[in-house]
């Protein structure tokens, strides 16, 4: 019966469970600021990364926090603080990743035109001499470069920014839950 979805209280995420002294421990003690607005604690962040690595599919992420310490209201708003911040965050690592690749496309369109264009005007036998070899020396060398630019950048995102964007989705879907110990 543990193996069937629908049962009651069984879930099919992975759970992250953490245990906090205070709700303090999520957030960055250098910043006076309210739990809806506060920045969160680095240390937590960690935690959090180095729990995702090995979870596939949705997470649930589970403070556990004494019963005297509880709060409810607190609780909505680090809920509601957290998840702005992940998906704060992985909308600007999209952001970054779609404007890279416009670029990549922007180079590597100029660098297939420049060809082009070199191509054109050599077989073209309007250019002799001394003009044609200054095309080619300058056209060929530059549509080169910028095609291996662009399709560098196309092709060769960084790993960081990859496992970021996989660790800010991961979380940003994730659903949180705060229950006592």
């Given at each position: 019966m543990a193996d069937d979805p629908g049962a009651k209280g069984i879930s099919n995420k992975a759970e992250i469970i953490l245990v906090i002294r205070r709700y303090d421990d999520i957030f960055s003690d250098f910043d006076p600021r309210p739990y809806n607005q506060r920045a969160l604690s680095e240390d937590f962040l960690f935690e959090a990364r180095r729990a995702t690595l090995d979870k596939?599919?949705?997470i649930e992420l589970?403070?556990?926090?004494?019963?005297?310490?509880?709060?409810?209201?607190?609780?909505?708003?680090?809920?509601s603080r957290l998840k702005d911040h992940f998906r704060k965050h992985y909308n600007r690592i999209i952001y970054e990743f779609r404007k890279r690749n416009r670029r990549a496309v922007g180079i590597l369109a100029?660098?297939?035109?420049?060809?082009?264009?070199?191509?054109?005007l050599i077989f073209s036998g309007h250019l002799s001499g001394l003009a044609q070899?200054?095309?080619e020396i300058t056209f060929t060398p530059t549509s080169w470069y910028m095609i291996w630019m662009g399709l560098d950048r196309l092709l060769t995102k960084p790993r960081k920014d990859r496992a970021n964007a996989a660790f800010y989705k991961k979380m940003k879907d994730a659903s949180i839950v705060f229950a006592t110990y």
């Open positions: 596939h599919g949705g589970r403070f556990l926090i004494k019963k005297s310490h509880r709060s409810q209201a607190i609780e909505g708003l680090a809920r100029i660098g297939l035109a420049i060809g082009f264009a070199d191509a054109l070899s200054a095309v």
